[in-house]
């Protein structure tokens, strides 16, 4: 495979000292791993921490700034930061009010997050946890114990990030998190495998013709594999699933944010002819379709195909999700 990298061994340090040039409103250390909002202790808001192994980009470094996360760790590629990144994290941001560890449902964040709370707690700095486990494709997988966690992510940042950058209280802020991530479910579909620095080919086998439905976004095994259909056709898997879960959120005629995330290696014009058919879904099933964001957003490195979040919204949602923000990757309102 062919990689716009130095090696493997630098590729994570190499994409930071760019984030670095690129965005002087971040302060980017690369040894040590961490990605701070230059402003994160003014103004005595909530700071909003989270991380994962890179290889997910923009996800998370790309959502640190005004109105999302106050600092980021990326670990290696699929590999989880270490405590001790969260804990500088957590400790660079605080600014009296606590902080908030968003944590996507895989075990060594799990862990490592869990570790990092602790100390910081030692440390005289509070901390609240939210887990986002969104993904309905399957229960347990290679990496988690109970469901994954994915595009839900970007809701829970952007939203919670809206209401700390607001001023509300921890309690207020965590509590909101958990209740985006409950109202929100996930389906993912790849047509290719994705291929690590380090392995320099697919990480695992998907024949030509054939595509993996419900595949996690470090390409764990999904429900099932079929023979390549029409996007009309992946929609109606994508959506269907996503609905059957979504009729646990009440209130049921409420409308929904929706994501059509690309895993990586799928242009645009794709994923919008995508999203047309998951909103002729959900126009066909009486669910209206308040926001919609379409991109590259919680990636797996080289990855084709995609995956659909939908977030049951109600006022406060949606105002927050409109809250002004301006980060590397998203950015309106400001």
């Not at 690590?196 to 595949?215: R, S, Y």
Request: aromatic fraction near 4%.
């Amino acid at each position: 495979m062919k990689m716009l990298i130095n090696s493997p061994e630098t590729v994570v340090a190499d994409a930071l000292r760019g984030l670095a040039a690129a965005h002087p409103e971040l302060d980017v250390d690369v040894d040590r791993g961490v990605v701070v909002r230059r402003d994160a202790r003014d103004g005595g808001r909530v700071g909003l921490v989270s991380g994962g192994g890179s290889g997910h980009e923009p996800l998370h470094a790309g959502f640190v700034g005004y109105g999302m996360l106050s600092a980021a760790c990326p670990g290696e590629v699929f590999t989880s930061p270490v405590p001790d990144q969260m804990l500088r994290a957590a400790q660079a941001v605080e600014a009296g009010q606590g902080v908030l560890f968003v944590v996507k449902n895989y075990t060594g964040d799990v862990l490592n997050f869990q570790m990092a709370a602790e100390l910081a707690e030692d440390d005289g700095v509070r901390v609240e946890q939210v887990l986002v486990n969104d993904d309905v494709a399957v229960t347990d997988s290679l990496y988690t114990a109970g469901r994954r966690g994915t595009g839900a992510t970007l809701f829970v940042e952007k939203i919670a990030g809206a209401a700390a950058e607001e001023g509300a209280p921890l309690e207020q802020v965590a509590a909101l998190a958990r209740r985006v991530n409950e109202s929100s479910r996930t389906f993912g579909v790849a047509l290719s495998a994705c291929s690590t620095p380090a392995k320099g080919g697919p990480t695992f086998d998907l024949p030509d013709g054939e595509m993996e439905l419900g595949v996690g976004i470090h390409g764990e095994p999904g429900r099932e594999r079929r023979a390549m259909m029409p996007a009309r056709e992946i929609a109606e898997v994508a959506v269907g699933a996503v609905l059957e879960e979504l009729v646990e959120v009440a209130p049921a005629d409420a409308p929904v944010l929706a994501l059509v995330n690309g895993m990586g290696a799928t242009p645009l014009l794709e994923l919008y002819g995508f999203h047309a058919e998951v909103v002729r879904l959900l126009e066909a099933r009486g669910v209206a379709v308040a926001r919609a964001l379409v991109g590259n957003y919680v990636t797996s490195l080289d990855m084709a195909g995609c995956s659909v979040t939908l977030c049951r919204a109600d006022a406060e949602t949606l105002r927050l999700w409109d809250a002004p923000v301006q980060t590397a990757a998203l950015r309106w309102g400001r």
